[in-house]
């Protein structure tokens, strides 16, 4: 709680005190909500790799179905389309008060998504998966590019409204990308998506999740269902990427098919890897750096991803088990536990064992 009253506070540092010029732009409002955005995607994706250890690289597929879903919904895409409102939603602005209810679609849509996509494939493993959810990504943004008529093509969509709560006498609406709102938004479903990910790394279905990790063999063997395990993991995972996906159409207004390609996914995993993975702080971190350290070297123009992939390759090198691991997943890299770990290791998993 203490750190996000401390973060909702960042956008306002440079204007109560002057800062240079690097910190400046790392606390912009649009950077800030870029880098909740991700740290909502990291926290979805470390469900499904850090946890359940299942390597997702489609994971921007959820993404894309949050976005689209917002943009069909609101009548934007068929305003793209044919330059007029579409009939059977009525006229756009009526649905900037609605676009709370597009969430929850957002989230059925994904976690449909979710699950028609765990069924046939978690059978695989290892390697495997990791190809077939790379193709399901693409079968996704190919998708899009190719439905001229109903998500604007290559085209994209325009115009998707911005949200707005209007109750009695009281008004807040969005704006701009630059809105700060937008950061306060995604920080709060940000805490949300931490408070419900802890509780389930601590209950029954989390140690479910990290036998299968561990050993899937053993895990069935135990009778954990492992299938059922699986899709759960993979629905936690595609509705947060479906609540972001819906919040970043209505901040950026637009969308279209090449913003969700397969290196926003591999960049999403980098994020999960470097800050730890299985664990809920390194995946904030992890995103936070992945997002900001760029912004950063800005004045560096060329050499900034140079010195950004530089970074990310000492990290690798010297922290393998990323920047915040959990102590599991530490470890596990060490080798060895010693009395007074385990009972670290206890405390974190709860009474009931790992």
């Known amino acids: 709680m203490v750190a996000v009253v401390l973060a909702a506070f960042l956008p306002l540092l440079d ?41 997702d690289l489609g994971y921007v597929a959820f993404w894309a179905i949050g976005a689209y879903v917002a943009a069909i919904a609101t009548g934007a895409a068929d305003y ?19 676009m709370w209810l597009i969430l ?22 290892g390697d495997y998966l990791a190809i077939v959810t790379l193709g399901f ?17 290559p085209q994209g969509v325009t115009s998707i409204p911005h949200p707005a709560i209007r109750v009695g006498g009281f008004e807040l609406e969005w704006g701009v990308l630059t809105d ?7 920080l709060f479903f940000v805490a949300l998506w931490v408070v419900a990910i802890s509780l389930l790394n601590r209950s029954r279905i989390g140690r479910a999740w990290v036998a299968i990790r561990e ?11 492992v299938v059922s395990m699986k899709l759960a993991a993979f629905a936690i995972g595609a509705c947060t990427a479906g609540v972001g996906g819906v919040i970043y159409a209505e901040q950026v207004n637009f969308i279209n098919p090449p913003t969700f390609n397969v290196l ?16 809920i702080p390194g995946a904030i971190l992890g995103a936070g750096v992945v997002v900001l350290l760029p912004e950063v070297f800005r004045e560096f123009d060329e050499y900034r991803f140079l010195i950004f992939g530089v970074a990310l390759v000492v990290v690798m090198a010297f922290r393998p088990q990323g ?4 102590r599991r997943r530490a470890l596990e890299l060490r080798g060895g536990v010693a009395g007074d770990q385990l009972s670290d290791v206890a405390a974190e998993v709860g009474p009931e064992g790992g």
């Open 215 to 225: 050993d899937e063999i053993a895990a069935a063997a135990m009778g954990v269902p």
């Open 180 to 186: 700060t709102k937008y950061y306060w938004l995604l």
């Open 137 to 153: 990504g693409e079968i996704i943004r190919i998708t899009a590019n190719n439905l001229d008529s109903i998500t604007g093509g």
């Open 323 to 326: 920047l915040l691991p959990s």
């Open 104 to 125: 929850l679609l957002a989230i059925g849509v994904a976690v449909l998504a979710g699950v028609l996509l765990g069924s046939p494939t978690l059978r695989l493993r």
């Open 15 to 55: 204007d109560w005190f002057p800062l240079p010029g690097w910190a400046a732009r790392a606390t912009s409002a649009t950077a800030l909500a870029k880098t909740a955005l991700f740290t909502l995607f990291a926290l979805g994706l470390n469900v499904v790799v850090g946890f359940a250890g299942l390597l």
């Open 80 to 98: 793209s389309v044919t330059g007029r409102a579409g009939e059977s939603f009525g006229a756009r602005p009526e649905w900037e008060m609605w």
């Open 264 to 279: 926003q996914s591999i960049l999403i995993l980098a994020m999960v890897v470097i800050g730890g993975m299985g664990s």
